[in-house]
């Protein structure tokens, strides 16, 4: 009978699977005392940690600016006034930067 050798399909993975999947993976060499080298692949799941503090502050920050944006897009009055100040800067090349831009500091002030 012959002998078998059974090899892995994938010898590790690095990064991410698809754009949609959460879960990345970190490769990494490592020499044991015998110096063979040997490879890990540890993962990272992202999904099951619970946000901190700070990354709250941050959504709540984004969502707040996010609604005054869509607030002065709907508003005609609020919307024709900033699109004459956008045409008058060179800073932003897109409205929708200037205007988050312009929220922003609307925000933090």
């Known amino acids: 009978m012959a002998k078998v050798y059974y090899i892995d399909p994938i010898d590790h993975i690095s990064g991410k699977l698809s754009k949609k999947h959460r879960t990345t993976y970190n490769h990494r060499h490592s020499i044991n005392g015998n110096g063979e080298q040997k ?8 999904s099951n940690r619970t946000a901190s503090a700070d990354q709250i502050a941050q959504r709540a920050a984004f969502k707040a600016v996010a609604k005054m944006v869509y607030e002065r897009k709907m508003n005609p009055s609020t919307l024709a006034q900033d699109q004459v100040n956008f045409k008058a800067q060179s800073q932003y090349r897109t409205f929708n930067k200037y205007l988050w831009s312009f929220c922003m500091a609307e925000y933090t002030a």
């Open 39 to 46: 490879n890990y692949t540890s993962c990272i799941d992202y």
